[in-house]
């Protein structure tokens, strides 16, 4: 049988269980606890559309496709995100298909996406009908990326996309990445505020179907750089990273199929 994985970072001392779940309590309720300091207007959490310029022409076409897409009521993983988990289907659909071409997979990763975007899809269709065993989730860089959003606002934002998931897919599993480092140096400040939000988002591992995964080590040098040779642009992963990224996510995918 599958056991939760844990961050090495999440030792579950008293104190630290105590800050977690009050940590978990303000990202599931992020306008009634003061702690979060993300207005409810803000608009990491108000679901939208991409609206983005550069997407007009592919991004609405590509949310109807989803919803028509042969074999999406029979997929057994469910794929969430952004550009990065897009990119299964392009620099790392080979990668996938060698390690995970067994699995029924539906990928509704979108380019772009904020976790305003994934909140739309979900409460407009995209995971109507279709009940997957497993559903991995990594949202949140281009909230950093595109507006500098501070962290406490996409972390809320997560919280609420895993609320909107945990609802509509009640026989599923989710797991919940640790959005990927960016920048060459570790105090590059996207990666620094990409840090943030992991760290709020980690308690949500205490919720019932609720796995945090933080595997950002695997593309990262001993002193933290990340390479052009993982990452050319240091943000999306090269067929190297997906690689890397797909077998370490094999013996956890399997964990829960076993």
Not at 33 to 39: D, G, L, R, S
Not at 72 to 80: F, G, H, N
Not at 155 to 175: D, K, V
């Amino acid at each position: 049988m599958y056991s939760k994985l844990y961050s090495p970072n999440l030792m579950k001392t008293p104190a630290l269980l105590f800050t977690s779940l009050f940590a978990l309590f303000t990202l599931l309720y992020p306008t009634e606890n003061a702690f979060a300091q993300c207005p409810e207007n803000a608009a990491a959490l108000t679901p939208a559309p991409l609206e983005e310029p550069w997407a007009i022409e592919w991004w609405m076409p590509r949310h109807l496709d989803k919803l028509q897409e042969e074999g999406r009521d029979e997929a057994e993983i469910l794929l969430i995100g952004d550009s990065i988990t897009h990119g299964w289907e392009l620099r790392g659909a080979q990668a996938w298909n060698e390690h995970f071409g067994d699995f029924r997979t539906f990928n509704i990763g979108y380019s772009g996406d904020r976790t305003e975007n994934v909140l739309w899809r979900l409460q407009n269709g995209e995971v109507e009908g279709i009940s997957p065993k497993l559903a991995l989730l990594m949202i949140g860089t281009n909230n950093t990326g595109h507006r500098m959003d501070p962290a406490d606002c996409t972390a809320a934002g997560i919280g609420l996309i895993i609320s909107e998931l945990r609802n509509r897919l009640p026989q599923t599993h989710f797991l919940l990445l640790a959005i990927f480092p960016r920048g060459e140096q570790p105090d590059d400040g996207m990666r620094v505020r990409n840090e943030e939000i992991n760290r709020l988002i980690a308690p949500l591992d205490e919720l019932d179907r609720v796995t945090f995964l933080d595997l950002n080590s695997i593309f990262l040098t001993d002193e933290g750089i990340l390479t052009e040779e993982i990452m050319p642009d240091l943000l999306h992963p090269h067929e190297t990273g997906y690689r890397l990224w797909a077998e370490a996510l094999r013996p956890v995918i399997l964990g829960f199929f076993n």
